[in-house]
């Protein structure tokens, strides 16, 4: 879809640009990552260096390639030699070991980074616990990411997107009973004066008109 993954302005006003792969297609994906370069360069006229981060069994990716008389070259890092068995003593690394290598599963260390991140007081505790969260939705599924949602629930961040879970329910409870009030007034007020009542846009109220027709 030609999304860049992470960019970050640094201090030094240029971009470091973050690209995290589980597949290697080789040039095809180097070609991708220039094109961002070349975007983000061209609109914010800022030096762009990318950093691409490849998990699974991806040893040995090429990081660069020739292109007429130019040469592309990415920063490639393989977290497979990395052995993530080993690391759960540094907070950096320990946030990054659901993509190296070991004998663990994904799940495992997930879950194992994140029972240690409880005893852990830094201030990127918060970022920890987000990246963690972010690398069971992407790797995870059934049993083995409700696990990890219920490991992160007494969390920073498990309470958060508790809170925010609770706020969106609220949210959408307010909003169907809104269409209800609007659904009994579209026979006696107009479209306008229904929105201006229930909060909904004029396009919500037409579209509830429509409906009941």
Known sequence: NMYMDYTFLMEDDSYIHF????????IDDLMRFRTYEALLNHQTKKEVITYVVYSGDIKNPISEYNCGINTYKVNAISMVNEDGDKVFDDIIKLTFTPVMGGKMDKSEKILKAIKLSKEITSPYKRDMESILYAFANKFLSGKDLERVKEELRVTEIGKSLIEEG???GIKAGEKKKAIEIAKGLLDILSIEIIAQKTGLTVDEVKALK???K
């Open 19 to 26: 690209e995290f792969q589980t597949t290697d297609k080789g």
């Open 210 to 212: 429509d409906e009941v």
């Open 166 to 168: 609770k706020e969106e």
